[in-house]
């Protein structure tokens, strides 16, 4: 339902419990979060890493509101306290995510792809088939990793170098280059990700990815 509904909307499914620590104890429920949206978390609690996910979750709220006054379209996703964030492209499986690799002071920017039910290379090399004319579009070279034979998933990116995320100075060039690369994709991987003909597979498992 997250997948296919109106941007709008979010949904939650919730497990509950009903647990009694001894036998004549009141009886108390519990909640379990069970599903969500894709693009859903917490807010930043302090604590362990609490200050890094803050710098994030500031780092994409900077980003939204760069988007927004630049008058770009589609939904903005929630920003959290994470390294990356995804933009959805138009099909399930497919979405375009820029990540602050902060110990290498670089920023990515990737289509990123993972298909259930589906041969999980099968995406990845049709692309690759036009790579010559999709880093033409695009104007430059890109870094296609298709990743180990395990894993669904597969990536094409370009970096960003000298960009900490820990120099909020910079945040203005490294967000402008951002868009930049969501414009780009969106406009030369948008087309071709939507045509893509993709064969059915009866094994939907696999491991759970980022997307």
Request: proline share 6%; with cysteine; aromatic share 10%.
């Amino acid at each position: 339902m997250n997948s296919n509904t109106n941007d709008r909307f979010d949904f939650f499914g919730v497990e509950i419990e009903v647990l009694q620590i001894v036998g004549c104890s009141p009886a108390a429920p519990r909640f379990n979060v069970v599903a969500k949206p894709n693009d859903w978390s917490r807010v930043v609690r302090p604590g362990v890493n609490g200050q890094t996910q803050t710098l994030y979750q500031e780092y994409w709220l900077a980003l939204k509101a760069a988007y927004e006054q630049a008058g770009e379209t589609g939904r903005f996703p929630k920003p959290w306290g994470r390294q990356w964030l995804t933009f959805r492209l138009g099909r399930a499986g497919f979405g375009l995510s820029p990540s602050l690799l902060r110990a290498e002071r670089r920023v990515r920017f990737e289509l990123y792809m993972r298909q259930k039910g589906m041969p999980p290379k099968q995406a990845f090399r049709a692309l690759e088939a036009d790579r010559a004319a999709i880093e033409r579009e695009l104007g430059l070279q890109l870094d296609w990793q298709e990743l180990p034979p395990e894993r669904r998933a597969s990536r094409i990116a370009t970096y960003l170098d000298n960009a900490s995320v820990d120099d909020r100075a910079d945040w203005a060039r490294q967000q402008r280059w951002i868009l930049d690369q969501l414009r780009a994709f969106r406009r030369v991987f948008g087309p071709r990700v939507k045509a893509l003909n993709l064969e059915e597979s009866a094994d939907s498992g696999g491991e759970d990815d980022e997307l």
